[in-house]
């Protein structure tokens, strides 16, 4: 098997009834954010948190949405400082489409 590269680029996806629209990072992009995050203890033991991460991914990589209501079912006006408010299950799975994971390859678009 040979090593695919990922494909750069935005993909819009639906997640929880809201669609998203998300860069793909490149792996210098995730690797800074990871750098940030990542912290050594006294016993040289790598500790990092996976919500600040994927917290972190989302802010980087989240371009837009459409769907994404308050608690008063009003439609919320995609902004970067609303990130932060999104479910955690919803902040993982832009995490995870952002570094390039669960792609399916017709759902991508440049």
Known sequence: MSVILRKLGNVEREID???????????????????????????????????STS??????????????MDADGNEVEFHKSKIKVLPNSVLTKI????????LPAEEEKN
């Open 17 to 51: 009834g809201s669609t998203f629209i998300i860069r793909i990072l490149d792996a210098e992009e995730e690797a800074k954010i990871q750098d940030e995050l990542f912290q050594v203890n006294e016993d040289n033991k790598i500790k990092v948190s996976m919500s």
């Open 55 to 68: 917290l972190a991914l989302a802010m980087k990589a989240l371009i837009g949405w459409k769907g994404v």
């Open 95 to 102: 995490g995870e489409i952002a570094k390039g994971e669960q």
